[in-house]
């Protein structure tokens, strides 16, 4: 995956953790596509140990679940919602910032 041109190698870590039947882990990545983020896709049917290491982080069973740097963003529901209200890109930026250990941006 390819990041954000506008910002190369300016982006925070995006997981989601997916399996290959799951349509709206589909939905997701290419949502995540559209906007030019790169992101980790990790297959949870095919390693218990990332299945556990998913539900230990988003206390969630299902898949998809999507992390943007630090913060738990939930399903695909909750992405897309992000990205509708205009609040995905601002999301991504702060959490790059806070990658890179810089203050956050007043009213952000």
Same mark, same amino acid.
């Given at each position: %995956?390819?990041?954000?041109?506008? @910002?190369? +190698? *300016?982006?925070?870590?995006? &997981?989601?953790?997916? !399996?290959?039947l799951?349509?709206?882990?589909?939905? #997701?990545?290419?949502?995540?596509?559209?906007?030019?983020?790169?992101?980790? !896709?990790? *297959? &949870?049917?095919?390693?218990?140990? @990332?299945?556990?290491? %998913?539900?230990?982080?988003?206390?969630?069973?299902? &898949?998809?679940?999507?992390?943007? +740097?630090?913060?738990? &963003?939930?399903?695909?529901?909750?992405?897309?919602?992000?990205d509708? *209200?205009?609040?995905? %890109?601002?999301?991504?930026?702060?959490?790059?910032?806070?990658? #890179? +250990?810089?203050?956050?941006?007043?009213?952000?």
């Amino acid at each position: %995956m390819t990041a954000d041109p506008g @910002k190369p +190698g *300016n982006q925070p870590a995006i &997981v989601v953790y997916q !399996s290959p039947l799951c349509p709206f882990c589909h939905f #997701a990545k290419r949502l995540l596509k559209k906007r030019g983020l790169a992101f980790e !896709s990790i *297959n &949870v049917q095919l390693s218990s140990a @990332k299945r556990d290491e %998913m539900i230990q982080r988003a206390k969630r069973l299902t &898949v998809p679940q999507i992390f943007i +740097g630090e913060t738990h &963003v939930g399903g695909y529901d909750e992405l897309a919602a992000l990205d509708r *209200n205009d609040r995905l %890109m601002p999301l991504v930026e702060a959490e790059a910032r806070r990658a #890179a +250990g810089e203050p956050p941006v007043e009213g952000a």
